[in-house]
């Protein structure tokens, strides 16, 4: 975020607080999930800027017109919220290539990379195909183990 990245003369955040209408815990809150930048001067005297002020304004306007705080986070040009200590979600091709065998490729992988793990997961159906025959589900009842799929 580039917000507040003028020098100006800050206010606290219990002013910030008082001014927005917003708990210094929400504002604690939107800076730890990427919604409001952190404070201009960080520490014990932490100051927030006009450009806070209008990002709460924001905030607030759009979670009156219904929006989630994912969806603010989107319209307010980041991407998704940020959640403390999880990692940030990823979209994943999956190629079922046997009734047991499911193959998962990060969808951002480079397309010369994609096409090359494409053509292996091919060759792997193609080879798992072969030793249990198109559409052959074999099962066999083990003792004490339930049915077990060869």
């Given at each position: 975020?580039?917000?507040?990245?003028?020098?100006?003369?800050?206010?606290?955040?219990?002013?910030?607080a008082e001014e927005s209408g917003i708990p210094a815990r929400t504002?604690?809150?939107?800076?730890?999930?990427?919604?409001?930048?952190?404070?201009?001067?960080?520490?014990?005297?932490?100051?927030?800027?006009?450009?806070?002020?209008?990002?709460?304004?924001?905030?607030?306007?759009?979670?009156?017109?219904?929006?989630?705080?994912?969806?603010?986070?989107r319209s307010l040009g980041e991407r998704t919220l940020r959640v403390?200590?999880?990692?940030?979600?990823?979209?994943?091709?999956?190629?079922?290539?046997?009734?047991?065998?499911?193959?998962?490729?990060?969808?951002?992988?480079?397309?010369?990379?994609?096409?090359?793990?494409?053509k292996a997961v091919r060759e792997m159906a193609v080879k798992l195909?072969?030793?249990?025959?198109?559409?052959?589900?074999?099962?066999?009842?083990?003792?004490?183990?339930?049915?077990?799929?060869?």
């Amino acid at each position: 975020m580039e917000i507040g990245t003028k020098k100006e003369k800050g206010i606290s955040l219990a002013d910030l607080a008082e001014e927005s209408g917003i708990p210094a815990r929400t504002i604690r809150f939107y800076i730890a999930r990427g919604l409001l930048p952190s404070p201009q001067k960080a520490g014990r005297g932490a100051t927030y800027g006009k450009d806070h002020r209008k990002r709460l304004e924001d905030i607030k306007r759009l979670q009156a017109r219904g929006l989630t705080l994912n969806e603010i986070a989107r319209s307010l040009g980041e991407r998704t919220l940020r959640v403390a200590g999880a990692p940030q979600p990823s979209a994943w091709w999956q190629y079922p290539i046997a009734d047991d065998v499911v193959v998962s490729v990060r969808a951002d992988v480079s397309p010369w990379r994609l096409r090359e793990i494409q053509k292996a997961v091919r060759e792997m159906a193609v080879k798992l195909q072969k030793i249990t025959g198109p559409g052959e589900q074999k099962s066999s009842r083990r003792p004490g183990h339930g049915y077990v799929r060869r």
